[in-house]
């Protein structure tokens, strides 16, 4: 029989494993990395792996002048899936922003206040607004222009209960100082540990300045590969993520290095489920 001391010393040793246990991460994969960008099979396709939800693509390019997802006929099809397959809507990803940016263009707060009742009929709950490559906020004015533009969007957002999740290359310092200057709780992080990696920013000092009410959803990867076998140390930050006490959507947005899709994410998803459960 174990006493209380090898407990402790056992806990203290494997804290991620204990943690795990108290945890309700749910784990979703974008649509995007199934390479079934804005499709509804995705949905089911999604099940069929194992995934409990799937993160939907908004579109890049405008039908009509719309969002490719700002057909009702198309939003059914969505809901039906998710229905049938039991795989939940979890979240949005307002692609046009990667073409309108953020930070200099009107159209993107066009894009945003079309998303927010695509997002909210979906059950969706969180809209990803991406700031990478040509959209990346890495001048204060940029960072400026957008938040004081999509201030009177956040109020929308707050009424249908939709968060505005902001993903971009920058620290969590310099997010979470976005999110201050929105002043609305419907402005988020979307923390993405690739991300904040691959740019740079020490995984350490990011998780000591991020608090569970700061993030809307978080993406896991750890691209090129798998996970687990590249340079960022998955168990220690998924230890860290439970620490935080986050019991929202973690989806995964990994590659396919053998060109299998169904076959890698699976890979990945049981990896990261031994972390979890």
């Known amino acids: ?22 945890s309700k991460l749910k784990i979703g994969v974008t649509d995007w990395n199934l390479r079934m960008a804005g499709k509804p099979e995705a949905v089911g396709f999604a099940g069929s792996i194992g995934f409990a939800g799937v993160e939907v693509s908004l579109g890049r390019q405008p039908v009509d002048g719309k969002l490719p997802l700002d057909n009702r006929e198309i939003q059914d099809r969505y809901l039906a899936e998710s229905a049938r397959h039991n795989v939940a809507l979890a979240g949005t990803c307002l692609d046009i922003l990667h073409v309108n940016c953020g930070k200099n263009d009107k159209l993107a707060f066009q894009w945003i206040a079309a998303a927010i009742p695509i997002t909210a009929r979906l059950k969706a709950g969180v809209i990803l607004l991406p700031f990478f490559g040509k959209c990346a906020l890495n001048e204060p004015e940029g960072r400026d222009y957008f938040i004081d533009g999509v201030r009177e969007l956040a109020k929308e957002a707050e009424k249908a209960k939709v968060t505005l999740a902001l993903e971009n290359t920058l620290s969590t310092a310099d997010t979470l100082r976005m999110m201050e200057r929105a002043k609305s709780p419907a402005v988020k992080m979307y923390f993405d540990v690739g991300n904040l990696f691959n740019n740079g920013h020490d995984l350490k000092v990011e998780f000591a300045t991020v608090k569970a009410e700061h993030i809307a959803q978080i993406h896991l990867k750890d691209n090129p590969g798998y996970l687990g ?13 439970m620490e935080l006490g986050y019991e929202g959507w973690a989806n995964l947005e990994t590659s396919s290095p053998s060109k299998d899709v169904a076959e890698d994410m699976r890979r990945n998803l049981t990896y990261i489920r031994k972390l979890v459960v």
Do not use: C, H, L, Q
């Not at 174990?2 to 246990?21: C, D």
């Not at 076998?229 to 993520?241: A, R």
């Open 1 to 22: 029989m174990i006493n209380r001391r090898a407990f402790v010393t056992a806990a203290a040793a494997a804290p991620s494993v204990f943690a795990a246990k108290r």
């Open 229 to 241: 076998e590249g340079k960022i140390d998955f168990p220690w930050v998924m230890s860290k993520i």
